[in-house]
C-alpha cells in the first residue's frame, strides 16, 4: 500500500474519531462535516491505489462510482454514503438554519466507519501496485 493511502485511512480514523467526540459534544453540524471527510478520504485512498488522483470532491464521486461501485467491486452502497454525506456536510456546512439531528450525525460517522472497515479489507485482500512492481 502507497504511503499516501495509508495517511488518507489515518486521517479517515482521526475524522472518525473527532465526529465521535463532537457528537457527545452536541456540536453535530461539525460532526457531520468530519463523518464526510472520513468518507472522502476513504474514498480517495481507494482510488489512490488505482493510480486516480483528485481532491475535487465530485470527481472523487465520479471515479468512485465508476471503479467500485457499477463494477460492484465495493458494496454500491459506499457510493451512495460518499454522495448523501457531501449533500449533508454542504447543508451543515452553508445553510445556517439546517435541522442537523444527532442521529443524523450518528449516521454519517457510523457510515464512515462501515466504509473505512470495508476499505481496509478490500485493501488487505488486494496486491497494490507497490508489492506487484517491488
Not at 471527510?37 to 488505482?50: C, G, K, N, Q
Not at 450525525?105 to 478490500?122: Q, T
Request: charged residues 25%.
Amino acid at each position: 500500500m502507497k504511503r499516501e493511502t495509508i495517511e488518507l485511512l489515518e486521517q479517515a480514523q482521526e475524522n472518525i474519531e473527532a465526529g465521535d467526540m463532537l457528537i457527545k459534544a452536541q456540536f453535530l453540524k461539525i460532526a457531520v462535516s468530519r463523518g464526510y471527510y472520513a468518507i472522502f478520504y476513504t474514498a480517495r485512498a481507494l482510488l489512490l491505489e488505482e493510480g486516480k488522483t483528485s481532491s475535487s470532491h465530485r470527481e472523487v464521486q465520479s471515479a468512485f462510482g465508476r471503479l467500485f461501485a457499477k463494477t460492484s467491486r465495493l458494496d454500491p452502497k459506499f457510493h451512495q454514503y460518499l454522495i448523501k454525506g457531501f449533500r449533508e456536510r454542504q447543508a451543515a456546512d452553508y445553510q445556517h438554519h439546517a435541522e442537523i439531528s444527532e442521529a443524523d450525525a450518528v449516521e454519517v460517522v457510523n457510515h464512515a466507519e462501515e466504509f473505512l472497515a470495508a476499505a481496509k479489507s478490500y485493501l488487505a485482500s488486494t496486491p497494490s501496485s507497490d508489492e506487484a512492481n517491488p
